[in-house]
């Protein structure tokens, strides 16, 4: 399928393999992140429309929650404390909340990669530069799909494939006017060393 | 013991109970937060000094570590993937970097309290607005000495006493020219439910 009109339109919209974008979702629509493939990370950030200082915090999420994986029912807050957006639906269970997107520092000090990709954070910083984001304001990225191993005793961390296959997905509600930003991730590890599109719709 | 001299000389200060500080931290130097009484969290933060939108990010710094719990030999990467303090002793291995500096948001969603503490977030907020960096500004901190348990199958987290004993410390080099935000950590749970001073040491 193809991209069905703007980014931010009413409908369902493909991102190609190792690409992002951003666009603006009104207070009360949800948005919901599909795997058309399976095996497919998408890296979502969040900013408050009329004030884009505040943005989804994972120090504060994760410390209200008292959880590291998150799923329906849950609440994703901003550095202000303000419910941003809340997980409505998720067929998958799994996702990450701890590691910022993936960038060419990723692939060089990770990979040791001498001509690394942009990564997701080099694709939302172009797409959210249109709405004057610009990359330092980047955060940590609600990780959709990611499936990290964290070893409780060792803290050991350990990015394996993730637990989505093909058709599954997650819905977020707005709570508030925001602009989206939103990746198929282009990190090897992360998505069982194959890059695919990621799925999303505007309803 | 009082407050020897500016927050930021060299020397040894203490920062009172539920209180803290921000000073300016040279390239070269070393910062030795230090548990005068054992179990009280101190909250760490640090920001590029010549250009403020440079500071210490978790998310990388988790990342690039592959494991959640920071130790002795470890760096503090900030949000640019650029190594801005490297952690060069540590006399207890247990410390925090998955939370955000508590507030009176915090304490109002956690411990349901209506007249809450402004907590570490505002103390460090006061701090640092002398230095030109605002609330928005201030990322997850390294919690010194602050222990969360974490469950690797189900993801919930608990908090738990600081594993410090009196005297225990912790000393960080500064690899960049930098501006230190530091408290004597305001949440009741985190440290054993006893406010005490943290004294720290820069040489």
Redesign the interface.
Known sequence: MGQHGQPGSVGRHEIPPRSGVAFTLDRGRRLTVIDPQGEQVADLVAFRRDDI??VI????T????????LTAGDPLYS???TVLLRIVEDTVGRHDF???PC?A??FR??YDDPHPHRGCFGNLAEALAAFGI?P?R???AFNVFMNV??????????VDPPLSRAGDRVTFAAETDLIIGLTACSAPQSNNFAFKPIHYVIE
Do not use: H, K, M
């Open positions: 200082d505040e915090s994972s120090g504060r994760l410390d209200y929650a008292g959880r590291l994986f550095n202000r404390s701890l590691l910022t960038s520092d990723t000090i990770l610009g330092d980047i955060p940590v191993a964290v070893d409780g005793t060792t803290g050991t961390l350990r």
